[in-house]
């Protein structure tokens, strides 16, 4: 009996403290819009496509010290975001900002458009990811060997002492402790997306 009336003391007690109630997963509103862009992007290119499970978004309209790169992961409805430099070409004050893409070989400026992400190969970085233009703005990524690779200049180091990210000469260089997730969730056909959007 004695047992009983501690266990009921307990379980009374225990309801008559702080009651926490699970909370609904809430996405952000710039998530939103990403996953947004890349089903669309998705449905646009598909038949080029070998995989549709995540999708990498780059929405330049952001400077260099925030995360860009936004990876998609259309079947589970997140979204991961990294630091992700932009070529020389298309930053020639070196302020940080993305003021204008080219497909111009020589040019080592940042194209936009979609891409196609082939097999991974040991680069002059490491391990890098071969890409394929899809669009006429970035036809020629194949010509200018633009890759995603690790880099040095890509690291969150950088933003301590500069406040910016180095410069590419247009390929999609990140920071060497992130490239492992490039390397997981986005090669082998998967699809690339590059423009100034504004996603917030």
Known sequence: MKRRAVLAGALAAGLSGPRVFAQAWQISEQHRRVLAVAHDQLERVRPQLWRSDVVAIADFALPSSLPRLHFADLEAGRVHSFLVAHGKGSDPEHDGFCKRFSNDVGSAATSRGAYITYEWYDGKYGPSIRLGGLDADNSNAAERAIVM?????????????????????????????DFAQALWHLAAGRLLFADRLGLG
């Open 149 to 177: 690779h690790p880099a040095w200049y890509a690291d969150p180091a950088m933003l301590e002492k500069w406040g910016k990210l180095g410069r590419s000469d247009g390929c999609f260089a990140m920071a060497p402790g």
